[in-house]
């Protein structure tokens, strides 16, 4: 096999001299029940964490391989060729640094001083650049306009920001403007010393009308882009809700709901899949939705064109990491998500 892999860097430095080091293998056995299909899409299915468009990419440049019987790597670069039962190698690059540039993007600021500043995020917007989404993000918009105070603070790629939400959930943010208001601000998030409340609008609703979910969450094993509860193993999550109103049917089965949510932790898309998880997943959204609504609600959603998750961050509290003021930051619905609700109250 060391024969292979000195095959496997020549081929990669004949592509791109100089890599370097923290690049990604990739290894698996392609059996006949994907062989004869697109190479692109069989990969797909064997490397699941992959997306297609990422695989051709990769192949594009040199970087996917098929290995013979005898170990011996044969680069494949097109994707619409059929997939040969086989070993196959993938070697990502080490992901390149982002360097973040600023943009003249409108921001609705809430509270700005010396040390931090507070903004009602619209969604659509990412929190920090990443793969696929390198520009027109919050930290763009925070470099443009908070100018070299922000420079650095929090690490190159991702100055200012200590927390996040995610793309298409809207609502307030805090992001540090000065060393001492990101280091303070990373502790009260690590203890979770932060009072924040979401608005969701659900499928149905939630049973009992409030109570506590507390489960453990981390990498769903069907699916690495998406999270789950787990059995074992991730990380404690604890969302405390309440049903504040719902939507049609009759009272004991509501077509819609809108649910309060106060996060005790924050973890990736705690709310999302925690609704879900009660069998009420947020209205829209396209990862944990699984289902369809009730036809009414759906026309409300067509007629109000929503197609994100209906999850907003309304409040978001603490003690200032400097000053010691104690600040607090309300936002209403946005306007699609206030579409939404005026529609659902109709029926």
Excluded: W
């Excluded at 990969?43 to 440049?61: C, N, T």
């Amino acid at each position: 096999m060391a024969d292979a892999e000195d095959e496997i860097e020549d081929l990669l430095e004949a592509e791109d001299p100089g890599q370097a080091s923290g690049e990604r293998r990739l290894q698996a056995s392609l059996d006949g029940a994907l062989a004869g299909q697109r190479l692109d899409k069989a990969l797909a299915v064997l490397f699941d964490e992959l997306s297609r468009a990422r695989l051709q990419a990769l192949m594009a440049e040199g970087r996917v391989f098929r290995l013979d019987t005898a170990g011996k790597p044969q680069a494949v670069t097109n994707g619409s060729a059929k997939a040969q039962a086989s070993d196959y190698l993938v070697v990502e690059p080490p992901p390149a640094p982002a360097i973040p540039e600023p943009e003249a993007i409108p921001l609705s600021v809430l509270y700005e001083d010396a040390h931090l500043i507070v903004v009602d995020k619209p969604a659509g917007m990412a929190a920090h650049p990443a793969p696929g989404c390198e520009t027109g993000t919050l930290v763009n918009a925070l470099l443009h306009h908070c100018g070299d105070s922000l420079s650095g603070v929090g690490g190159v790629a991702r100055p200012g920001i200590v927390h996040r939400l995610d793309k298409e959930t809207s609502g307030v943010m805090v992001a540090a403007k000065s060393d001492a208001a990101h280091r303070g601000l990373s502790a009260l998030f690590s203890t979770h010393d932060i009072d924040r409340v979401y608005v969701a609008l659900v499928r149905g609703a939630p049973h009992p009308s409030s109570g506590t979910i507390e489960t453990r969450l981390g990498r769903s094993p069907h699916d690495r882009k998406k999270m789950a509860v787990l059995k074992s193993g991730g990380r404690e999550a604890i969302t405390h809700y309440k049903v504040e109103r719902t939507f049609g049917g009759d009272t004991g089965k509501p077509l819609a709901a809108r649910v309060s949510c106060r996060l005790e932790t924050g973890r990736t898309h705690q709310i999302r899949v925690h609704m879900a998880s009660k069998g009420s997943p947020c209205l829209g959204d396209p990862v944990y939705g699984a289902g369809a609504p009730a036809a009414p609600v759906k026309a409300v959603l067509v007629e109000a064109g929503f197609s994100r998750q209906a999850l907003h961050a309304a409040v978001l509290g603490f003690v200032h990491p400097v000053t010691g003021e104690t600040l607090r930051f309300e936002t209403p619905l946005p306007p699609d998500m206030a579409a939404v609700q005026a529609g659902l109250e109709r029926l």
